[in-house]
């Protein structure tokens, strides 16, 4: 039954991967997509893409940093390799937990992790995840305290500096408790035992994770024209910003949400098309194209291993 359900996981990932990309393709308007790709420099469209690979790169140290941390040792290359098709599959579908989750079940039950394993893996990544963020959102909104480009949210400077000590402080306790608590935390419903990274995993994740959103953000920063009058340590605030807030809609990738915001900062000083076709490319660059080159990964894996599994069985 387990075995059946694993030779079933990939195709159902698949399918589910050709409805998304029918799906978002049918979102994408021909005029937005002639118009962006028109106003940005095709050299600044290949920076894009070097930071968003470079982005997926640093993304696959989210899994190293989690199978360190449960002493399971692992070639770079498997652990890149699902990270990075778990990963793009989260960000297009949605439900990363799930989604990610379900690729990396399916690719890391055959390197000897279980599905508590995994599992741990997800809460680990959701920690590092939200380490970075709550690091850059929050010094954002201290910093900028909802003026310049964080106007967008219309928050007034105490609000806004109040939000952004909160995130801080909730990042402290965190650091606080890596450092002093060494108790397995456990999850009676799920079955699931999470210990607590050390003081210094923890300011691993720090790094990883700030690293990651800090790419995140060069991806629409490079795409932006040059009169856009945005620093990148501003894109990199106002990207975190967005993001949570996409984040909070439970839409896959911030869908709508993400623009919106990113919209209201930059066309006062950027006209309205401009963004708009701007952020078709972004989302073309960061969440199409890395999310049709994983399904193709995918595809070609489960070919491989379905050929080794029939020459194995045959000469059995």
Known sequence: MKRALLALLPLA?????????????RQLHGEDVARGLASIPRERIALAVVCAACN????????VLSLRHLGKRLPYRQVGFTSFVGYAFGHNIGMSFLTG???RYRLYSARGLTALDVAQVGTFNALTFWVGLLAVAGVALVVDAGQGAMSALSLSPWVARGLGWGLLGGLGVYFAACAWMRRVLRVP??????????????LEQLAVSCMDWTLGAMVLWVLLPSGAGISPLTMVALFAVAQLLGIASQVPGGLGVFDSVILAALTPSVPTSVVIGTLVVYRIVYYLLPFTVAALMLLGHELVEHRWWGRRRQSA
């Open 13 to 25: 990932l698949l399918a589910l991967a050709f409805v998304v990309l029918r799906h978002e393709l």
């Open 56 to 63: 997926y790169l640093a993304l696959t140290l989210y899994d």
């Open 101 to 103: 989750g379900g690729v």
């Open 189 to 202: 419903r799920l079955h699931l035992e999470v210990s607590l990274p050390t003081g210094r995993q923890a």
